[in-house]
C-alpha cells in the first residue's frame, strides 16, 4: 500500500478534479462545489468511468481518508484522471491514530 500524508502531492499523482465547470462540461456536475459525489451519485459515477477509461472513482471513507478506489461503503466520492493504482492513499495524520492507520491496512490488503 502506497501511503501518502501530503495532499498536494496525493492530488497531483492521482489527477484529482478540482473544477466544478470541468466537471458540468464532462456531463456529470454534482451538488457539492468542492467535487464531491454523494452516494447516490455512485451509479452515475460508475457508468461515466466505465464508458471513460481515463477517469476513476477515488472514495472518501473517513475524515481525511481518501482511498483511490471505489468503496461502496464510502462517505462521499470524487473524480480524477490520473494514476489509478488502488494501493494509493491519503491520510491527514494530523486527524487520525495509529489504530486508524492499522484498519485501513488491513481493510486494504
Known sequence: MAMMSDYIEFSQ????I???YQLLHL???????DCTYARD???MLRSFCNDHPEFHIISVVGVGV??????AEA??????TGNNDPTITFVDCGLHHEEVLRGLERDLA
Open 13 to 16: 499523482e492521482i489527477g484529482l
Open 75 to 80: 462517505l462521499m466520492y470524487k473524480i480524477g
Open 18 to 20: 478540482f473544477d466544478w
Open 66 to 71: 481518501y482511498v483511490n478506489h471505489m468503496r
Open 27 to 33: 456531463g456529470i456536475p454534482t451538488q457539492f462545489f
Open 41 to 43: 451519485e455512485l451509479t
